[in-house]
C-alpha cells in the first residue's frame, strides 16, 4: 500500500478535528512523524473555524420579495444541444421524457429535503391523486416537493393523500377532499404552527417541544385542537369535527369549553360547542415488536410510512398506525384504524445479534426469529381493518437482503431542526450509555458493528403454520418481557366535556 | 460499509434525484421548484457569502441576486457538467468579485478596532483583537487560498465538494490547502500575531 503524503494526513486530521472527533493532541499522537509539521497547521485550522459565521434561519420577507422579483424576472433561452439539430425527433423525446423521469425518480424513492433552511415554508409530499393551492379565485396544481409557504391554502382531490412537513419535522397527513390552510408556521424562538381546516381529514404528528409558549394547532369551524407532542386526528363529517387522539393528549377548545383529550379518547364537537357523546372507535388493534437489534418500518398502499430508520428516525405518517421509539426499548408498531390493503414491513439491523419479530394480531402471538447474520427483512402483509378488530396476516414469503440502502422506500422531509433535535437524542442517549456502562464497572471492551452484507435466499413463512415445520424462521412465542407496553391505540373512552371556568 | 453509511449514501442519492426534479422544473419555467431550490440553498450561500464579505446586509444583497441570476441562467445549466450546489456557489463567488470591483472591498485592519469596545472587558478586547488580526489575515491572502480555506473550514466542506466548486481535482486541492494555511500563519505572524 502507498504511503500517504503529508497532504492527505493533514487533510484527514483537518477534517477529523474540524468534525470535533479528535483533539489536536489526538491527532499528534496518532501521526508522531508528521507531529511536528502537523501542528502549526492545525493550530491554524483552529484559528481559520473562529471566525466561522452561523447558520441563521432566512428572512421571510426577504423570500417573499425574493420570489416577487423571481416572477419578473425572464429565464435565458437553454442551450441547445448539438443532438437535437441531428435526432429532432429524439430530443424532443428527450425533452419530456428526462424532466419527467427525473421527477418521478425522486418521488419514488425518497424525498429527504433540508426543509429547515427555511423558517417558514413547509414541504408538501405527494403519496396519490392530486393536490392544488389556491390562487386567488383559482387553484393552481402543486407538485410532489413543493414549498408552501404561509399562507398557503391546499386542498387534495378524491383520489388525493398527501402529507406535508413543517420546519420542526412535524407532519400532517392529508386524506382525500382535504382543505387546509397554513396560517402560521414557524419554529425559531418558539414553535408556532396553526392551521385552519375546512374539510376533510387531518392525522398529525407532531415533534415534541418544551420550549414554552411552543404551540401547533389545528382550527376548524367547530372547535380548536391545541397539541405540543401528540398524535392526533381531526375528521370533519356531517357538519361537525372529530378529534381523536393516539398519542400523547390534546386539548379541544370551544369559545365555551377546554377539554383534554388523552391517547384513546375522542370528541366532536359542533360550531364551538362539544357534543355530549364521544365518537368511540373499538376495534382492536394488531400489533408488531422487533428486539432492540432492529427497526421497523410499515409502508402502507398509497407509500405512506410509520415506524423508525437506522438512524434514529421515527415517522408515523398513516392515519390509525403508531411506533414507539426504538431508542426506548423494542419497537412497536400498533395498527388500529388504518385502512385495509396491502402493507410492507420492513425490519432493518442496527445492531449485531439475533432478534425477533413479534406479531399479535386477533387475540394470538406469533414470533418469527430474526438472524443474526441478515441486514434487512422484507414482508408483505395483509392488513384488514374492520369495526371489530385489525388482524394482519402475511403474504408470500420472508425477502432477506443484505441491505435495502440504495432502495428505500420511506419518504421523508427530514428538515435541519429536525436532523439537530435527531443528533441531540442520539448524543444524550450515547452519554447516558457511556454513564450506566461506567457505573456497571465492566472491562471497556466493546464490539463495534461490522455489517457483512450476507444473502439469504427468500424463505416462505406462513404465520399460521405450526413452528416445528419451519423451525429455522419461527421460533415459539416469545416472553413477555421482550414486548413493548401496551398499545395507546386502545378501544376510545367516553369523555365528558368540563365547563371551562 | 454499514446500514448507517448505507443509510447516508441513500440519502445523497435521494437528495441528488430530488434536486435534479426540481432543477429539471425550474428549467421549464417552475417559480414554485425554483423557490423550492432557494429554500434549500439560500442559508448556504448566504453564509459563504457572510465568511467572505464579512457583512451580513450586503452578503443579503448578493445573495438576493446571486438566485436571480441563478433563475435568469438555469435553463442553461447542464446537469452533468457540476452539482447544482457547486455551480451556485461558482455563481457566489463571481457575484461577490462582481460587487468588490463596483464597490469599495471593506478592510479591516488592527487601528479599526471600535474604541468602545475597549471599555469592555479585557478577555473580550482581547478576542475582539484577535478576531480582527484574523480576518485582517484572511483578507491579505489571494482570492484562492482564502476561496480555499472558507470552503473548507468555515463552510465545512470536504476536499472533494470544495475541488467542484473551485475547479479543482482533490488532490490538487490538499495541496491548495496546506499552502493556505502556511500563507495564513504567515500572516499573522506578519500583523504580530501568534496562534
Redesign the interface.
Known sequence: MATPS???V??QC??EV?AGRLTVAQCLERCPQHAAALE??L?????????????????PA??A???A???E???????RPWASFALPRLSRFAAVF??AT??A???L???????G??AE?S?LTMFAGHAERAEGSDWVP??D???L?VGTRLRTDEGGRALVTFVDGSTVALDPQTEVTIERAQAGRRREIALEQSSGRLWSQVAHDDRANSSFTVRTADATVVARGTVFETAIANGETAVSTAEGAVEVQTVRERIRVAAGDAVRARLQSVLPRATARASAPAALTVSEAFVASLIGPDGRATGA???GSVYQQIPGALTSDPGSGPQRLVLGDVASGEYTLIV???ELGAGTLLVQTEGRERALPLAAGA??YTLRLRVTATAAQTVVAFEGGVQVTP?D????RERLV?TERARQALERLREQRQAERQRRQQQQAQPTFSVT???RPQVTPTVPVRLDTAPTSVPTRVAPVVTPTQVAPEATLAPARTTQPSVRP | ????E??????A???R??V???V??A??????????L???????I??YL??HMRERDEA?DVT?QV??NA??????Y?QRSVPFKSWLYRMAHNQMIDHFRTHRRPTRDLEGIDPAVEAEAEASVLASE??AL??TA?QRLSDDHREV?TL???M?Q??AEAGEVMGRKE?TL??L??RA??A??KE?EALGGA?
Open positions: 503529508f497532504e492527505d493533514l487533510d483537518l477534517d474540524r502549526p497547521e493550530r491554524a485550522l483552529l484559528a481559520v473555524s473562529e471566525l466561522a459565521v452561523p447558520a441563521s434561519t432566512p428572512d426577504r423570500r420579495a425574493f420570489m422579483a423571481l416572477r424576472t425572464p429565464q435565458d433561452k437553454p442551450r428526462v424532466p427525473a421527477v425518480v425522486a418521488a424513492v425518497l424525498v429527504l429535503g433540508r426543509g433552511s427555511s415554508a414541504t402543486l407538485q416537493g413543493a414549498s409557504p430508520l437506522p438512524d432493518r439491523r442496527v441486514e434487512t441491505t440502502g440504495l432502495t428505500l427530514i458493528p461490522v455489517l | 460499509m454499514n446500514v448507517r448505507e443509510f447516508v449514501e441513500a440519502t442519492l435521494a437528495e434525484r430530488v435534479e426534479g426540481l429539471a422544473q428549467q421549464q419555467g417552475s417559480a414554485d421548484a425554483f423557490g423550492a432557494y429554500d434549500r440553498y439560500q442559508p448556504d448566504l453564509r457572510t465568511n443579503e438576493q438566485f436571480l433563475w435568469r441562467a438555469i435553463p442553461r447542464e484577535r478576531r484574523l480576518e484572511m480555506l473548507r473550514f468555515l465545512e470536504s476536499a488532490v490538499r495541496g490547502q496546506l494555511l502556511r495564513l500563519r499573522i496562534l
